[in-house]
């Protein structure tokens, strides 16, 4: 840490050194920290994507929505492919600012890009997206996915209730 703290201290604009702070920031848990490190390394070298996941999940936890859209929103016009746990977020961020058209294209482009299912979160959003405009088989069958990718997920449980509800909506 002392390191990257003189690193900035002579360079200012050292982005790497400024993200390296906030990696350690985060690790023990000071997320303000953190977030003003990665903000940092942002303004230092605004193509530098690595910090923009790392705001984008302080913003998810804390639940900041705006900021959340307007990060993964900058971070995808900088790299559409390379990130899908960003089209995750952004589509989490558009879901609870009630952008559904947005929030519904996000989670389809992260599954799109998540051939490995690393992100199983995105088949879970997309459910409830689906499920709040009455699209009961597919909100059904994406939780399906869901439960195929993470059976073992701690929502597991909560997941598997709500998928008895949407197959029962499915029946009528």
Same mark, same amino acid.
């Given at each position: 840490q002392r390191d990257f703290e003189k690193a900035v201290r002579l360079y200012p604009g050292y982005a790497a050194a400024w993200f390296e702070l906030g990696k350690l920031a985060s690790d023990r848990g000071q997320l303000a920290d953190a977030l003003h490190s990665f903000q940092t390394a942002m303004q230092a070298d605004p193509k530098y994507v690595e910090p923009y996941l790392s705001v984008a999940a302080i913003q998810s936890v804390e639940k900041q929505w705006p900021q959340l859209a307007a990060t993964t929103g900058? %971070? =995808?016009?900088?790299?559409?492919y390379g990130y899908p746990q960003a089209h995750y977020m952004n589509a989490l961020a558009n879901f609870y600012l009630k952008n559904l058209d947005a929030a519904e294209k996000s989670a389809r482009e992260a599954e799109r890009l998540d051939a490995q299912g690393r992100f199983p979160k995105?088949?879970? %959003? =997309?459910?409830?997206i689906l499920a709040s405009r009455g699209a009961h088989p597919e909100a059904a069958e994406q939780l399906r996915q869901y439960l195929k990718l993470a059976p073992q997920a701690p929502d597991a449980a909560a997941a598997r209730a709500k998928l008895t509800q949407l197959e029962a909506l499915e029946a009528k």
């Open positions: 900058a %971070l =995808l016009r900088l790299d559409r995105s088949w879970q %959003l =997309l459910s409830a």
